[in-house]
């Protein structure tokens, strides 16, 4: 199976799990996490340490580059380079919870949070279907 193929199989699993266990958990820091969980950490790796192997993963952890929390969500909602974009499963809100987890996590600090109006607001008309 080629690397689309596993992406796909990837997404299709962590579809199913991460519905109901968001809907199980209390409020956003805590569906953060659990999205990180399912769908993160896979190859972000459990301390947001990154991975270097066929491909090189960036660290999420003391990452000076979430400052800005646009960035991360534009990334994790449009995709970019070896990473697959996540706008058509995961909603704005779940955008903005794991976005606001993984700043206030691994050794990030970043306190401005992000909400689910802001994301759609950034998305707009932009969101990439030719993936």
Excluded at 62 to 84: C, D, F, K, S, W
Excluded at 91 to 120: C, K
Aim: aromatic residues 6%; glycine residues 12%; positive net charge.
């Amino acid at each position: 199976m080629r690397w689309p193929g596993r992406i796909l199989l990837l997404l299709a699993c962590a579809w199913g799990t991460v519905g109901p266990a968001c809907a199980q958990t209390q409020g956003p820091v805590a569906e953060g996490a659990v999205i990180y969980r399912q769908i993160c950490q896979a190859c972000h790796m459990k301390g947001g340490t990154g991975a270097i192997g066929a491909g090189k993963v960036p660290a999420l952890a003391h990452n000076a580059r979430l400052a800005i929390a646009a960035y991360p969500a534009t990334i994790v909602a449009q995709g970019r380079g070896g990473m697959p974009w996540f706008s058509d499963i995961l909603s704005p809100a779940q955008i903005a919870a794991v976005v606001n987890y993984v700043r206030t996590h691994f050794g990030n600090h970043y306190q401005d949070a992000l909400d689910a109006q802001a994301v759609e607001a950034m998305l707009g008309s932009k969101k990439v279907d030719d993936h």
